[in-house]
């Protein structure tokens, strides 16, 4: 009887994945049919209109960093055409012979909730594992090799099929592969040595705060009441969270060792926001328009290399695996967890080529926010009255920056007008 009750809860276990899974060949296949149609397949195309009836080359395409919500511009490569009539180019309903927007927004929207929902799940069930013996997994450094292998599987499909670009300049991408896995490693650390996932989660929405610093005082940049305000209350909430939340005496230095990671996890984003500048920089001087899967793979190969090299060289392959080797029960959460990460890029990639880069960043933004609610309703977090408090005024500083986005995309596509 127990092993019957046991299988049915692994059948319920794995059939989150085994839809993500299913799904991902579809959006698979829509995407590099989007790559490699022709442009009225895309909202975008309303651009076109503006050189109806002269070849086109390129449309402006965003394209997020490896494993990261936030985007860089860069053009995509579109197939010469002759002549674009402006009804075809401003059709935003339908695409022709395409699929409604609505059912696009659906399966994009979709796919990225489900997949980095069950990723963040996934990730704190890794860290929270503990052994027969008491000991936890520990290898972040390793989980962050495996995680860039799967998107590299999926990046090189992708590419494969939808042709690859020649001619890249690899420099940048290696040195934002490092920046980001590093940034990842960091957070996975603080989840190792005792940070709670909804404080590291609602820490990293305040992103914009190393990159704020770094401004002020490289580039002597200003900002807005508001965004000083936006970046307070991220910050201030989750101190606030983190204070309120019911800690054991034995996880005090360890949630201490495990904030200091968040905050060098903090600091490396703002570094790779710099690296994805220059690259974007790099690839206009040499005249290469990579495609998104051109950025999935590269991007994560170096991802991998570096989380390779950092691993071996601290013992994590070794006592990893042997971890692993000892639990086994860990080894399916470590694949889907991977497998979770590759599927999401992929649903990112298919919003983005689909619509405005404000709907991915609402979608990825709201995603953070049920991601910490799921995680403390879900994993047992215990909350005072206090830390929902400063849940409120975290998510408060999240949504303020996602309505100034809007707002600031709107300006902008007012000016364009």
């Known amino acids: 009887v127990r092993n019957k009750q046991k299988s049915v809860r692994n059948r319920v276990s794995s059939s989150p994945f085994r839809f993500l899974a299913l799904t991902l060949l579809l959006v698979l296949g829509a995407n590099l049919i989007t790559t490699s149609s022709a442009a009225s397949f895309s909202p975008k195309v309303k651009a076109a209109s503006l050189v109806a009836k002269k070849d086109i080359n390129s449309l402006p395409l965003r394209i997020p960093r490896g494993g990261s919500s936030s985007e860089s511009t860069i053009t995509q490569p579109q197939p010469q055409t002759q002549s674009i009539s402006t009804s075809t180019t401003t059709s935003t309903k339908m695409s022709e012979g395409g699929l409604p927007d609505g059912l696009k927004l659906l399966i994009g929207a979709g ?24 000991d936890k997994f520990s290898q972040a450094w390793l989980l962050q090799f495996l995680e860039a292998l799967a998107n590299v599987v999926i990046g090189f499909v992708g590419m494969t099929v939808s042709g690859a670009t020649p001619n890249i300049p690899k420099k940048m991408f290696a040195i934002s592969g490092a920046s980001q896995v590093s940034a990842k490693a960091c957070t996975s650390l603080a989840l190792a040595h005792g940070l ?74 703002g570094v790779t926001a710099g690296v994805q500048k220059r690259l974007k920089e790099d690839t206009k001087k040499a005249g290469v328009q990579p495609k998104p899967y051109d950025f999935m793979f590269w991007t994560n190969l170096y991802m991998m290399i570096t989380g390779g090299i950092v691993a071996f060289g601290i013992g994590e392959f070794t006592s990893g695996l042997a971890y692993i080797s000892s639990n086994p029960d860990i080894l399916p959460m470590i694949v889907k967890f991977a497998a979770c990460s590759a599927i999401g890029q992929s649903f ?54 996602m309505k100034a986005k809007a707002a600031h995309s709107k300006k902008a596509s007012d000016k364009k007008k």
């Open 348 to 401: 990112i990639f298919y919003t983005i080529a689909n619509f405005d880069p404000l709907v991915l960043s609402t979608v990825t933004t709201t995603r953070k926010i049920f991601s910490v609610l799921l995680s403390i309703f879900l994993k047992g977090h215990s909350l005072s009255t206090v830390g929902w408090s400063g849940i409120a005024l975290a998510c408060s500083g999240i949504i303020s920056e």
């Open 111 to 134: 796919g990225i909730y489900a997949a980095f929902l069950y990723y963040g799940s996934l990730q704190e069930d890794v860290f929270r594992y503990v052994s027969s013996s008491g």
């Open 196 to 269: 709670s996932f909804p404080v590291a989660t609602l820490a990293k929405s305040g992103k914009m705060a190393p990159v704020m610093a770094g401004s002020l005082l490289l580039g002597g940049a200003k900002y807005s009441v508001r965004e000083y305000l936006q970046v307070l209350a991220i910050i201030g909430g989750t101190a606030i969270v983190s204070m309120g939340k019911k800690k054991s005496k034995s996880g005090a230095p360890s949630s201490s060792l495990g904030v200091a990671f968040i905050v060098l996890s903090l600091v490396l984003d």
